[in-house]
């Protein structure tokens, strides 16, 4: 059973475009973070957002926490190419400090 | 300066071998870990160690072995390797156990024919 559901799975647009990405569960984090990872190599770390309601800025990105602390979303503005990769999100388990991972949205931006 | 590295970054090998990857961080982070990521890119945590002490050990075939000489290194060996084995396995640090924020190595793409 996958405690994170991210969606979509797959997404392609042109360059230019905005789209939004979301990770959600039914289980309370007490953190979660988003990472990007590109062929071949490791993921990276985006953000952490940690209370609820949260929104955070990085450049084109926006990520904002859900109020709950359930569920979260990634927002691109104006995509390009090098956007381009698999975003990846993992929420924080209070009880144990572990990371619980969703399966990822593989993201493609056609210049 | 690579701030996490392991090698090899490729290892392909027969059913039954038993190999191994090494892992280092140069970043004095007390925490390491290594996750198995499938074919379907959902990365699953293996194991997690705190100042070279285990700490978690998720649900894995006792044929995997993590190591921790010392708090920079994490090495994983792999006895009687199975085709099902096959993977990319990451290793990874966070600067404190309670600290989640991971850094990542390139990965080592296993392959058992």
């Known amino acids: 059973t996958q405690l994170l559901e991210q969606s979509p799975q797959f997404l392609s647009i042109q360059e230019g475009e905005n789209l939004t990405v979301y990770c959600n569960s039914s289980?309370?984090?007490?953190?979660l973070q988003w990472y990007r990872q590109e062929p071949g190599e490791g993921p990276v770390l985006l953000v952490t957002v940690v209370t609820g309601g949260e929104v955070k800025k990085l450049k084109r990105l926006t990520f904002q926490f859900g109020d709950a602390r359930k569920d979260s979303s990634l927002h691109i503005t104006a995509a390009q190419p090098g956007d381009t990769g698999l975003y990846l999100c993992?929420?924080?388990?209070?009880?144990?400090?572990?990371?619980?991972w969703g399966a990822g949205t593989k993201l493609i931006i056609k210049p | 300066d690579t701030a996490v590295s392991q090698t090899p970054k490729y290892l392909v090998t027969q059913m039954g071998n038993d190999k191994s990857i090494k892992c280092e961080q140069n970043l004095g982070h007390d925490t390491m870990y290594w996750y198995k990521q499938d074919s379907k890119k959902f990365l699953k945590i293996m194991f997690s160690?705190?100042?070279?002490?285990?700490?978690i050990n998720e649900t894995v075939p006792n044929r995997f072995s993590p190591k921790s000489p010392d708090k920079a290194h994490l090495n994983l060996h792999i006895n009687s390797l199975e085709l099902g084995d096959s993977a990319v396995y990451f290793c990874a640090s966070s600067q404190a156990w309670a600290v989640r924020e991971a850094f990542f190595g390139q990965g080592t793409r296993l392959t058992v024919v």
């Open positions: 993992a929420g924080e388990r209070s009880s144990n400090y572990q990371l619980i």
């Open positions: 160690y705190n100042n070279k002490e285990l700490i």
């Open positions: 289980s309370v984090f007490s953190s």
